[in-house]
């Protein structure tokens, strides 16, 4: 039966969308059909899903980290968000100031300042924890609604475009954004660049000292203060890479995406994470596993339009059973201890 | 007046943490609580724009809370899972299934959707005086009844409630369906009372300013509630604040609830007067 459990994950996921597809009553054959040649029908699908998972798969390697060290950061939308806005202030003065600096420098500082934004607003409930004792989940809830009413305001004061006519933040130049593959796809090297993160946070989980007392942390926080590792500070140390990482999804859905911002900025992104990281298992390889099929979900569900106005709403539904079938199947095997015959 | 409209801008915050006292007396914190008031919002709204009866659409927001926490209920007390993950997950599943089914069968249309309302004397609706009532019978229950005694055991050291044989998750699931009970009308009043409509994620994190403020109030229902009046302030300074001639950005306003939260969960910091045993599965020893 052994064989069985890596084909446990598509099997039921295929399940709890066809069930969802009859729950909703659509027709279920023709909404497949869409779906599949919407996220990998051709190449503009295949960019498609390439594009809506690197956000997806860069939150989720954050709320990798973050709970692999024990911190429950569900304030991904949070930190996703405050990343993009640090990215919009040093754009406002590099890109549209007077001085005239060239893209190859815009750029990198630009994600530079995304991760410190999103890092400083984890850090935020990282430190109220450490200090104030104040969960982390119920912080970094409070936090993420804070953050998107910080940039309404900076949509329509602060940051907003020069003619001061629509509260969004000024569309960047072409060329101050990720350069991209082809003109007519959305594919840019924002992908390239989460994949190669991903691999960047295996190494460190599994392959660094740091990385390893981060896990010890989160396993068993007695046994690692034991050994003398320092706690709290490991702690901050989770939620300030989680917050980096977060950060520069926005960064990336800034400068590779979206352009500018505005109130519609994050898609639920910093949210949609956590399925990633669980059903990746928390780990950062296998949630580009993960962070792929709901990316090609996202993807192909914008053609669902032909048959409902729900759409998207109807992946969370997918994600949220999807949680919900492989925390339950989880329970039940842990429950009862398989026997390995010796 | 004043007082009355403080009430209704503090009641949904004020309903659901009420009904989470009991929750997290009993050691379970209901993550979810935030989407048990989604799906009340919103099963409530559209029982009422089907049948034209408020009272139904009550009814039906009570019903759709009740169901939510019972799958939140089977999977934290019955498969004994982490409740962080199991909230998160039933608290997506609430925001897919209202905003697909509210874009279906409303459509992305922006014309002005309302129902008839829970109708009001003098601005005081039943909800509220059930809100007011259950502050003291809340803690009468907890404090003064047997049953109250044992929920609070399972709160503190369930293998001391379960060695007096008394079942640990029974007694769990009864505070649970409770809060789910307080859940549904905090959702209804939200669509029902206030609105009258409805709108996508409605509840907008009022189900975790109420877990907030379950720990300010320091599991006492008579503080909890004061506390939750604190949110309602805040949350009306949001329609008067222009009025006073404050020259503030509105949204700033809309995220003033939201730091005041923050903020006195700071201010009270670590305490150790939260029940022993919250948040820790239980399971019986084989």
Known sequence: ?342 | MEFISLLQYSAPVALAAIGEVLVQKSGVINIGLEGSMLVASFFGMLACYSTHNPWLGLGAAIIAALVMTLIYAFFVLYLAADQVVVGTATNLLALGVTGSLFRSTFGNSSQLLSVPRIPAIHGIDPIMIVMILSVPVVWFALRRTGWGLAVRACGEYPKASDASGFSVNRLRLQSLLLGGLFAGLAGAYLSLVIAGSFAENMTAGRGFMAIAMVTFGRWKPVYVFLAALLIGYAVSLQFKFQTYGWNVPYQLMIALPYIVALLVLVLVGKGASSPGALAQPYRKDK
């Open chain 1, 1 to 342: 039966m052994k064989w069985l459990r890596p084909l446990l994950f598509p099997v039921g996921l295929f399940v709890i969308l066809v069930l969802t597809l009859v729950v909703f009553r659509l027709p279920v054959l023709d909404s497949l059909k869409l779906l599949v040649t919407g996220a990998a029908g051709d190449k503009f699908g295949w960019s498609r899903t390439a594009v809506k998972s690197t956000p997806l798969l860069l939150t989720g390697l954050g709320m990798v980290v973050a709970w692999r060290g024990g911190m429950y950061n569900i304030g991904g939308e949070g930190q996703f968000i405050v990343g993009g806005l640090f990215g919009a202030i040093v754009a406002k003065f590099l890109v549209f100031g007077s001085l005239h600096v060239p893209p190859f420098i815009t750029i990198p500082l630009i994600l530079i300042a995304c991760v410190l934004g999103g890092a400083a607003w984890a850090w935020l409930a990282g430190w109220l924890y450490v200090r104030r004792g104040v969960e982390v989940v119920i912080s970094t809830i409070l936090l993420n609604f804070i953050a998107i009413q910080v940039l309404g305001y900076a949509c329509s004061g602060p940051l907003q475009e020069m003619k001061k006519q629509v509260p969004l933040t000024d569309l960047l130049p072409d060329n101050a954004m990720l350069p991209k593959l082809s003109r007519q796809m959305d594919l840019h090297l924002g992908v390239v660049i989460a994949w190669v993160v991903a691999i960047l946070v295996f190494f460190y989980l599994f392959r660094t000292r740091s990385g390893y007392r981060l896990r010890l942390v989160g396993e068993n926080s007695n046994m690692a203060r034991a050994n003398r590792i320092q706690v709290d500070r490991t702690r901050l140390l989770a939620m300030c890479l989680s917050g980096s990482l977060c950060g520069l999804a926005g960064g990336i859905e800034y400068l590779g995406m979206a352009g500018q911002l505005g109130s519609g900025f994050s898609q639920q992104w910093g949210f949609l994470g956590i399925p990633v990281a669980l059903l990746g298992g928390l780990h950062p390889l296998l949630c580009l596993g993960s962070a792929g099929i709901f990316g090609a979900l996202f993807a192909g569900s914008e053609d669902l339009a032909r048959f409902t106005q729900a759409g998207t709403t109807l992946v969370y539904v997918i994600q949220a059973m999807a949680v919900l079938g492989y925390v339950g199947i989880k329970a039940q095997l842990d429950r009862r201890p398989v026997v390995e015959p010796s």
